[in-house]
Structure formats: C-alpha cells, structure tokens
C-alpha cells in the first residue's frame, strides 16, 4: 500500500516493483488490499500526529470524475496538516456539510478559519461557526491551496477518477498517507531529512506489524 499511495504508480507498476523484489502478487489483490486497508492504515497515522492546531485553512478546486467536473474541498491547519477532504458533485450547500463534517470529526472549534472570497464559506460560517474568525482573502490561502498539489499530480496519473465515491475514498487515505511520507525539507540536511524517515518509515512498520528489513551495512 505504501507505494500506490506515495507514489504515482498503477496498481500494475507496484505488481512489477514487488514482483521485482521477489514477491508476486496480483494487481487485483494489491487494489484490493487497498480499497481494506487503505483509510484504516490513514487513520492509524493521522492519531499518531500531534492535535491539529486552532486555525484552519479551507479551500476547493475542481477535480474530474468519469470525464465530469466535480469539487474537491480540503481542510488544513497552520502546519499542513490535512484535517479532512470532501468530494462533492455539486458546489451549493456543501461548504456548510463539510464546516459540520470537520467540527465532528475534530470534536473542537477552531480559533480562525481562513477561506478565499466563495460566498458559500460566509453563509456556512454564520450557521456553523458564527462565534469563530473568518478571514476572508484569497492571498492568505496559499497554504490550503498548495496542499492540492499531491492530489494534482495523482490526479493527471490516474486520469482522471470514476467515480464520486472511488474519489472520496481514495482522497481520504491518500491525504492520511501521503502527507507522512512528505516531510519538509525546507533547511534540512539530507542526513537529517534521512533519520526522519527512517523515523517515519518505523511507525509504518509499527502500524502495519511489517518486519523492516536489515540496515545495510
């Protein structure tokens, strides 16, 4: 699962890469495994990260789904840390479903919320979160925005998705899974970025039960 979800590789490519490593295993069986493991696996990395901060940054784009123009929305704190996704056919009335589906997968109310100039931000604000900042300006939400790079990038390698359904599942893993294996590497050493996977790559085996492999002498 770690490297359908980390890198842009088909569920063929990552059969090639464990048949390589002398492992064979179906394509199918790897999407399957995916499809069961795949948001159990994000869930068990999202506990392992710190609270989310108090101030969150929200934003939407449009994805394609089955040729089709879909919205993407996406929640993150001050640190990138994703805090949900949420695909939706339509764009009316959702920002105010995903204000109630972040307050309730958090269980706490942010101190601001930060959102481009969409009217429907105002609205779900004044109805769901009316003693909470809003800020309301588009060059403040680079930090949202930016967060939907990975999500681009997997898009245009998959071609497009399928389904609403097949996106929403595949976005919430993915932006559970992602994420740990991407650490900043603004000012950081290569031997310091290094121990921080290898840091990262022991709770995967910690989650996952896997046996790491031997260090190389």
Not at 25 to 46: D, H, M
Request: charged residues 25%.
């Amino acid at each position: 699962m770690w490297l359908y979800f980390h890198f842009p590789l088909s569920f063929r490519e990552v059969e090639e890469l464990m048949l390589q490593r002398g492992c064979i295993v179906s394509y199918e069986t790897i999407s399957r495994w995916c499809l069961k493991f795949g948001q159990p696996y994000a869930n068990a990395l999202r506990r392992r990260c710190p609270r989310p901060g108090d101030k969150w940054h929200l934003d939407e784009v449009f994805i394609t789904i089955n040729g089709e123009q879909k919205y993407l929305w996406r929640a993150v704190d001050q640190d990138s840390n994703v805090l949900d996704i949420l695909v939706q056919n339509q764009r009316k009335a959702a920002a105010r479903r995903f204000f109630r589906r972040l307050l309730k997968g958090i269980g706490a109310a942010p101190r601001v919320i930060v959102t481009d100039k969409l009217r429907s931000y105002g609205a779900a604000h004044r109805e769901v979160m009316p003693s909470v900042e809003h800020r309301s300006h588009k060059g403040l939400n680079n930090r949202a925005e930016n967060s939907h790079q990975p999500t681009r990038q997997r898009e245009r390698a998959m071609k497009g998705f399928r389904s609403v359904g097949g996106a929403q599942r595949f976005l919430a893993a993915f932006s559970g899974i992602s994420p740990h294996f991407r650490p900043r590497r603004h000012r950081r050493t290569a031997p310091d970025h290094r121990t921080e996977m290898t840091v990262r790559f022991v709770i995967r085996d910690q989650i996952t039960g896997a046996t790491a492999p031997p260090t190389a002498a």
